[in-house]
């Protein structure tokens, strides 16, 4: 099983900035992508991200070039920095893996078998 733990969630106004990160354990001779997913109440999860073991990345449409997403494989640690924050990216965001599918059939559904317990995120206008 993997382990994950997010950090780096609070509040914010919108405009503003936040960096996420999330340790990852147990996964030794990992080859497969992870990825971030978020939730808001009363929504169903929705995929934000993934990044696979060399860097390529993919991005839901409504935070594509404000949520770049890495990796430091030396420190077992996967970021996503949010920027220009807007309040409707207000919910709890989860890092997950491994993943249930191959990268190149990713749509956007974040199927994955392991989650961390999330880290809250909020933007006011």
């Known amino acids: 099983q993997v382990q994950l733990a997010e950090s780096g969630g609070g509040s914010v106004q919108a405009g503003g900035s936040l960096r996420l990160s999330c340790t990852v354990g147990?996964?030794?001779?990992?080859?497969?992508?992870m990825g971030w997913a978020r939730q808001a109440p009363g929504e169903h999860r929705e995929g934000v991200s993934v990044?696979?073991?060399?860097?390529?990345?993919k991005y839901a449409d409504s935070v594509k070039g404000r949520f770049p997403s890495s990796e430091d494989n030396d420190k077992n640690t996967l970021y996503l920095e949010m920027d220009r924050l807007e309040p409707e990216d207000t919910a709890m965001y989860y890092c997950?893996?491994?993943?249930?599918?191959?990268?190149?059939?990713?749509?956007?559904?974040?199927?994955?078998?392991?989650w961390g317990q999330g880290t809250q995120v909020t933007v006011s206008s």
């Open positions: 997950a893996a491994p993943p249930q599918c191959m990268y190149s059939d990713y749509d956007g559904v974040p199927l994955f078998r392991d």
């Open positions: 990044i696979d073991a060399d860097g390529k990345t």
């Open positions: 147990g996964t030794a001779g990992k080859h497969y992508f």
